[in-house]
């Protein structure tokens, strides 16, 4: 895809990275700004999946929410780094036929760079619609990477939160997702932590009702913290629009400001 370039929306730098099954791909960098155009210190990374380019999504579903998020430093100096990029997909029958392994692998390849980069310090997967399923499966498979290195139990877990907008958990949407649900909901009988788990979704989704969202939060909950946040008279495709990307942002904030 080609990046906005607004001076609002432009990257602070562009990083090219080879993945396993998908060729190089490029990540956009977007850092923390204090008022004034200074620099913040940084809190830790936010990893962004936007949602399925087979159902018409793409990185610019992620970019206003990511500058949103890195201008918007606390009063004390720091806020988060927010990488966005462009998953490349498979097609919609092979998607979900594969789990959408393909996206999953360049998602946990890309949070492997930041690792590789940054330090594992507080790294948040960020996913929306179609994109939270696929950022879940790949916490889950970094979170196993993570155990079978056999790392010490003091090791700082290699996903330090999750955060959904619109993840797909309606009826419909199981066909299409349902797959996924295990790697965030949990399996029965599972008494492994998991990192803290937020939930934004638009009052009137048209893939998943509140009661369903509530139902799955519920199960969660047995295995870590889990937060929602409903916003008012919106729908499924309203919420991933650039109107709420303020407040999609100002919600990720205040959330991550208490965990």
Not at 221 to 232: H, P, Q, W
Request: charged residues 15%.
């Amino acid at each position: 895809m080609t990046m906005r370039t607004s001076k609002h929306l432009k990257p602070d730098s562009t990083h090219s990275i080879t993945t396993t099954n998908a060729g190089a791909i490029n990540a956009h960098i977007f850092e923390p700004k204090l008022p004034g155009e200074g620099s913040a210190s940084v809190r830790g990374t936010i990893v962004t999946v936007h949602p399925w380019a087979a159902l018409g999504g793409g990185e610019h579903n992620t970019i206003g929410i990511a500058r949103h998020i890195t201008n918007s430093s606390s009063k004390l100096g720091h806020g988060w780094r927010v990488i966005t990029f462009s998953l490349k997909s498979s097609g919609a029958v092979w998607g979900i036929c594969s789990a959408h392994s393909y996206e999953v692998q360049q998602t946990v390849d890309v949070v492997n760079w930041v690792v590789e980069k940054y330090g594992t310090e507080n790294i948040v997967l960020f996913g929306s619609s179609a994109g939270a399923p696929i950022a879940g499966t790949a916490m889950a498979q970094l979170l196993q990477q993570q155990e079978k290195k056999q790392q010490p139990k003091s090791e700082n877990s290699i996903i330090s939160a999750y955060i959904a907008v619109g993840y797909t958990f309606g009826n419909f949407a199981t066909l299409g997702f349902g797959r996924h649900f295990v790697s965030v909901v949990g399996s029965s009988g599972d008494q492994t932590t998991q990192p803290p788990k937020l939930f934004i979704m638009g009052e009137r989704d048209e893939f998943t009702t509140f009661r369903q969202l509530e139902q799955m939060a519920q199960k969660m909950k047995a295995n870590g913290e889990v937060a929602t946040e409903i916003v008012a008279d919106v729908g499924h495709f309203e919420l991933e629009s650039s109107t709420y990307d303020p407040l999609v942002a100002k919600m990720v904030m205040n959330w991550l400001d208490k965990v």
